[in-house]
């Protein structure tokens, strides 16, 4: 996986990233040339959006797959997680979509197409919404809808999701949200060591932010091009019952990968990569 090695100061923290067109793009002397030449260019750039307390490497071989395509790719860490900590400035729906479109614009990427798991898919939804003019397309790996119907239920272990968390030790965090997360030992051990890279406080307030993304709209619907992928073994929350009723009520594609849990791109990368390029290509 290529180093972020791209900075992009922010209030509160420094995003960090990494663009395909080339090494620190954007940063250091000549960036502004190196920004208008490669922004000139007329290549598709496909931004990939990590899932909570992980980081851009869950996306290693899809990154790799997509390049190799004809895409240009763009990885980050998201605010608060891996290279871009520490984050002095509470977290929040708004600003996480505020960096994620302030750092298009930063590389003046024009439409872009959005890859976005769990909570990068909720992120994704957002950004969609907000300015949907902006994006070709999108991908939703393993999260909800947000703005689908919520059953009362569905509503209450949102709103107790974050103080059952907290009740658990910290030392023991990490591993119990790996093992429900993932199905093959490779991708519980990495997520082990990117979920035990924050703190117990940390962790749960990027919690707190994926729920703040759920807002149920009935009359809304994606006005872009929109694949939903997840694994056939994801437990967790209500997304197992949430993406094939989205998929339902607007008619879009939904892939389910065999045997893959939550994170579908680290338990089954080749399969993920094989739906993501067919789709974007």
Known sequence: MAPLDGKLPLGGCTLRFADSSGPNTGVGPGAGERSKAIGSERSRAVVLLHGAGADHTMFEHQAEALRRS?????LLDLRGHGASRPNSTPLSPELLASDVERLIAHLRLGEVSLVGHSLGGNLAQEL???????FRS??????TWNAGPLTALARGALWLAAPILSLIPARLLPRLMADASATTPAAR???TRTFGAMSKREFIAV?????????????????IPT???RGE??????IARAMPAWAAAEHLTQVVIPGAGHVVTMDAPDETSDALVTFLS
């Open 70 to 74: 004809g895409l240009r790719v763009v």
């Open 128 to 134: 969609v919404r907000r300015t949907p003019e902006r």
């Open 138 to 143: 999108l991908v939703v790996l393993d999260s």
């Open 189 to 191: 051990a990495e997520l």
């Open 207 to 223: 919690w707190r932010a994926t729920t703040d993304f759920v807002r149920p709209d009935a009359g809304h619907r994606s006005p």
């Open 227 to 229: 694949l939903l992928v």
């Open 233 to 238: 073994r994801d437990g967790t929350g209500n």
